[in-house]
């Protein structure tokens, strides 16, 4: 990942990707008599769908790339596959006959298998793999053409797999793409694309511009209504913060714009502007127990779960437009809703007990609320239980490289998880099974029994129910033993200005639905 340009820096880029873009509205009261939609992102590290790591990778290669199944309000909905079966260690897709390539080859069961083996070949650094196969599994992926269908078996049961194929890091790339892998990643192969949009040009670090494909007819059926008409060109600008960006949205040099909650109100009383508050990142408290760390004693990782007040986390991250985990996820993940897990109060003579005079590296990244308030908020409450905290709040991509690279050099972090997988076995995966040196995704080198029971009981499971119920088990076993502390689940906030929507279904945080009213 790549860290943001400063605001000055970026302003200035954005001045200049403006008067570049050639676009035909001005003004904030301007309607559809533009084929052009311009939107935020911030700055994507590859044009490679596999290996996407952030927001913006998985933005763009949703733009470019059709997965094999897609989210929606109610549920699953036919992407590139029109019928699927699945066991918890087979799926089953039948491939759709009437979709091709942006240089027109035909996508078939043997494209789609091809791209599938790139995406789970080995050692390809891609973060996705494990979350869309399951941990320990190598995919065996066969194509029948004749049959129109492609089968992906594993050896050990991940009931998600189907779910997975939803994720934009799994789109199907193209033979010209397969062909070229470094130019797929540098954005310079042409054919790649089986999605709606072709890349047309780009600036690194300042706009991405996209044209819809002339002969693209493969778009989903969704139970969902989604009106208007797809923009035939679509421009993302990198956007410095949320200030800069409601400004934009409404002087009318961007059309729909990722904002905070602190800028919200800006648009209130504005006709015709809209603003959507979409349910998005799951936070949770993340403890470096390894030996040597602090936190390998539970004691003080309870203290440090009792000196925070969940509310008031959510109060300072999200203006209260977020909502307090019951879980490891939102409500909207599966087997989330009714769930009972029992997570303690705050107890600040408790904590202050544990951890008068402890010393903790707190280590987060600055998109928990803006410039990462929420981090500054839970080191304050450190602090105030007689800790000495030292607070490294930082962009993402440091962020990440010290979580996983440099274990000697934090002690807890506040775990910002997308949950593309819209499943509890994703932060699960980060809370159990094999460390990040292992090959796995145990960031904390978590070694709880009862949690890794539960979790293997529940990808076994072929009952919902069942399943549901383990993997509750499974969170309650980790809160039980303060290995976690659920926070909150943020909120993505979209503005958008008049004659233009956007849609985010199913909690599908990588496929907002850009249209032009009609």
Same mark, same amino acid.
Request: glycine share 10%; hydrophobic share 40%; aromatic share 4%.
């Given at each position: 990942m790549k860290t943001r340009h400063g605001?000055?820096?970026?302003?200035?880029?954005?001045?200049?990707?403006?008067?570049? @873009? &050639?676009?035909?509205?001005?003004?904030?009261?301007?309607?559809?008599?533009?084929?052009?939609?311009?939107?935020?992102?911030?700055i994507p590290a590859t044009f490679d769908p596999t290996l996407a790591t952030s927001l913006p990778d998985f933005l763009l290669a949703r733009t470019s790339y059709d997965t094999l199944v897609r989210r929606d309000s109610g549920g699953l909905v036919p992407g590139l596959a029109t019928t699927w079966t699945s066991t918890p260690t087979q799926a089953v897709f039948t491939i759709r006959t009437d979709a091709t390539c942006s240089d027109g080859t035909k996508i078939t069961p043997t494209v789609v298998k091809n791209s599938l083996d790139y995406f789970a070949r080995p050692n390809s650094g891609s973060t996705q793999v494990v979350y869309t196969f399951g941990p320990g599994n190598t995919p065996t992926i066969t194509a029948d053409d004749a049959a129109g269908t492609v089968t992906v078996d594993i050896a050990s049961p991940w009931p998600y797999m189907v779910d997975a194929m939803s994720v934009s890091s799994s789109?199907?790339?193209? !033979?010209? &793409?397969? @062909?070229? !892998?470094?130019?797929?990643? @540098?954005?310079?192969?042409?054919g790649s694309e089986s &999605?709606?949009?072709?890349?047309?040009?780009?600036?690194?670090? *300042?706009?991405?511009?996209?044209?819809?494909?002339?002969?693209?007819s493969a778009w989903p059926t969704w139970t969902s209504t989604?009106?208007?008409? !797809?923009?035939?060109?679509l421009t993302y600008t990198v956007s410095p913060d949320s200030t800069a960006t409601a400004n934009l949205v409404l002087g009318g040099q961007l059309d729909v714009g990722k904002i905070q909650?602190?800028?919200?109100?800006?648009f209130q009383g504005q006709t015709g502007y809209n603003v959507t508050v979409n349910p998005f990142s799951d936070s949770y408290l993340v403890f470096n127990e390894r030996e040597g760390s602090p936190f390998a004693d539970e004691a003080l990782r309870k203290g *440090?779960?009792?000196?925070?007040?969940?509310?008031?986390?959510?109060?300072?991250?999200?203006?209260?437009?977020? +909502?307090?985990? +019951?879980?490891?996820g939102a409500d909207s993940v599966s087997c989330v809703s009714?769930?009972?897990?029992?997570?303690?109060?705050?107890?600040?003579?408790?904590?202050?007990?544990?951890?008068?005079?402890?010393?903790?590296r707190l280590v987060a990244p600055t998109i928990v609320g803006p410039a990462g308030a929420g981090n500054e908020y839970i080191a304050e409450a450190l602090?105030?239980? &007689?800790?000495?905290?030292?607070?490294?709040?930082?962009?993402?991509?440091?962020?990440?490289?010290?979580?996983?690279?440099k274990p000697g050099d934090w002690d807890m972090t506040v775990f910002a998880d997308l949950n593309f997988l819209g499943s509890l076995a994703s932060p699960l995966l980060n809370l159990t099974g094999p460390t990040i040196d292992a090959g796995g995704t145990n960031y904390g080198a978590v070694a709880n029994p009862t949690a890794e029971a539960g979790f293997a009981t529940a990808n076994s499971a072929t009952d919902e129910s069942a399943r549901c119920a383990a993997l509750d088990e499974t969170v309650q076993a980790l809160v039980s033993r303060s290995d976690t502390l659920p926070l909150l689940n943020d909120a993505f906030i979209y503005a958008s200005r008049p004659g233009f929507t956007v849609q985010m279904l199913g909690g599908a945080l990588d496929d907002p639905l850009f249209r032009i009213a009609k």
């Open positions: 605001v000055i820096a970026a302003t200035l880029a954005l001045t200049v990707a403006f008067a570049t @873009a &050639g676009c035909t509205t001005t003004g904030g009261d301007a309607t559809a008599s533009t084929d052009t939609i311009r939107t935020t992102i911030d789109g199907i790339i193209c !033979p010209a &793409g397969l @062909a070229d !892998p470094a130019g797929l990643a @540098a954005g310079t192969v042409k &999605g709606p949009y072709a890349l047309k040009t780009f600036q690194p670090g *300042v706009s991405y511009d996209y044209t819809l494909r002339d002969d693209y989604v009106s208007g008409s !797809p923009a035939k060109n909650a602190t800028t919200r109100d800006r *440090v779960i009792q000196a925070i007040d969940r509310s008031m986390f959510g109060n300072v991250t999200s203006q209260d437009t977020g +909502t307090v985990l +019951t879980s490891l009714g769930s009972t897990i029992d997570i303690p109060s705050q107890d600040v003579a408790a904590a202050t007990a544990a951890l008068s005079g402890k010393k903790i602090r105030a239980a &007689g800790a000495e905290v030292d607070l490294t709040n930082t962009d993402v991509g440091s962020w990440i490289t010290t979580v996983v690279a």
